[in-house]
């Protein structure tokens, strides 16, 4: 049985990559923060209780910083593969708690390199990029565009991509870059725009009157089904050789599109309800990240099924449901 430990399993990606790699057979191992209230609310129907059962899902308290704590789990785990998609993801708190994105996102991907590295276990690595890291350069982007980050988050981000990439040729180590392009689902944060949007959405239906207030409505974005995008995580580190990946769909849309699309999901004008907000702009906006996904496609015979219309509504649908 191969064993997999997955950093943010509590995540959106987290959840969807336990839920493979388990209906694949993995003994799957999580890294959870202590917290005084329950935080694993994406993962619970996963949960088996280990005083009735040998669980296949096992979770441990941790944090990305513990360098201690994570090399000793490293080393009492031996995993076949890590995935680590433990971050703190969001841009514009980014610019409010950059020394901590720094560090989460940034040492957080050394610790581990660094515990698999002096373990010398055959572990294969898999640090999840971001589209962010291209920034101001204009689209398509695929895996030789030039990264201009625009944020503290999109900069710890290259950090860690650097980081993989150097202990890939120094040491050896089977690391590898997936540069997911937005990708979103029912399970997204209520804080991401899509979700922010598709929530308001929800109420609005229900008979809230409340107003969704937003920041740049014409910065677009590639947007594309999280649950599809976990599928390239495993794949990639399938393949004998390590590499980088760009994962998107290749279709870009504005935000103003997506809140359209969305609205009109539950028979209601997006104009009467969304309103435009200068305080939600980013110090440094990003205006367009539109990925050029052929390597992927190429490489591991994936395509993204699901584009951003089909997006809007499954996540519509999905919250209405949740509220009613």
């Known amino acids: 049985m191969k064993r997999a430990f997955i950093t943010g399993i509590t995540g959106q990606d987290g959840s969807y990559l336990a839920e493979l790699l388990l209906e694949k057979g993995y003994e799957v191992h999580g890294l959870i923060r202590r917290a005084s209230t329950f935080n694993t609310s994406r993962i619970d129907h996963l949960f088996q209780d280990p005083h009735q059962t040998s669980p296949n899902l096992i979770l441990h308290y941790g944090d990305i910083t513990d360098s201690s704590g994570i090399t000793n789990l490293i080393?009492?785990?031996?995993?076949?593969?890590?995935?680590?998609?433990?971050?703190?993801?969001?841009?514009?708190?980014?610019?409010?708690?950059?020394?901590y994105t720094?560090?989460?996102?940034?040492?957080?991907?050394?610790?581990?390199?660094?515990?698999?590295?002096?373990?010398?276990?055959e572990t294969r690595f898999y640090q999840a990029s971001t589209s962010e890291l291209f920034g101001s350069t204009p689209p398509p982007q695929n895996e030789t565009s030039a990264f201009r980050p625009?944020?503290?988050?999109?900069?710890?981000?290259?950090?860690?991509?650097?980081?993989?990439?150097?202990?890939?040729?120094?040491?050896?180590?089977?690391?590898?870059?997936?540069?997911?392009?937005?990708?979103?689902?029912?399970?997204?944060?209520?804080?991401?725009?899509?979700?922010?949007?598709?929530?308001?959405?929800?109420?609005i239906a229900r008979g809230s009157d409340e107003k969704l207030y937003l920041g740049n409505l014409d910065a677009i974005r590639d947007w594309g089904y999280a649950k599809e995008y976990v599928e390239t995580m495993?794949?990639?580190?399938?393949?004998?050789?390590?590499?980088?990946?760009?994962?998107?769909?290749?279709?870009?849309?504005?935000?103003?599109?997506?809140?359209?699309?969305?609205?009109?999901?539950?028979?209601?004008?997006?104009?009467?309800?969304?309103?435009?907000?200068?305080?939600?702009?980013?110090?440094?906006?990003?205006?367009?990240?539109?990925?050029?996904?052929?390597?992927?496609?190429?490489?591991?015979?994936?395509?993204?099924?699901?584009?951003?219309?089909?997006?809007?509504?499954?996540m519509v649908d999905a919250d209405i449901k949740s509220v009613s």
């Open 75 to 99: 080393r009492e785990i031996e995993p076949h593969e890590v995935y680590n998609l433990a971050a703190q993801s969001h841009v514009m708190v980014s610019f409010t708690m950059p020394t």
């Open 234 to 314: 495993w794949l990639m580190l399938q393949l004998d050789k390590p590499d980088d990946y760009v994962v998107a769909t290749g279709v870009g849309a504005t935000v103003r599109q997506f809140c359209e699309r969305a609205f009109s999901r539950a028979n209601l004008q997006w104009q009467d309800h969304v309103v435009e907000d200068s305080r939600y702009f980013r110090p440094t906006e990003v205006n367009s990240l539109v990925g050029d996904p052929s390597k992927v496609e190429r490489v591991l015979g994936w395509r993204a099924k699901t584009h951003w219309m089909d997006l809007a509504d499954l």
């Open 150 to 203: 625009r944020s503290p988050y999109a900069a710890a981000k290259l950090y860690a991509y650097w980081t993989t990439i150097t202990y890939r040729d120094a040491y050896g180590l089977h690391g590898t870059n997936g540069i997911l392009f937005n990708h979103e689902s029912p399970r997204r944060g209520e804080t991401f725009v899509t979700r922010k949007i598709t929530r308001a959405v929800a109420n």
């Open 102 to 121: 720094a560090q989460v996102d940034a040492v957080g991907a050394i610790t581990l390199l660094e515990a698999i590295r002096s373990s010398k276990l």
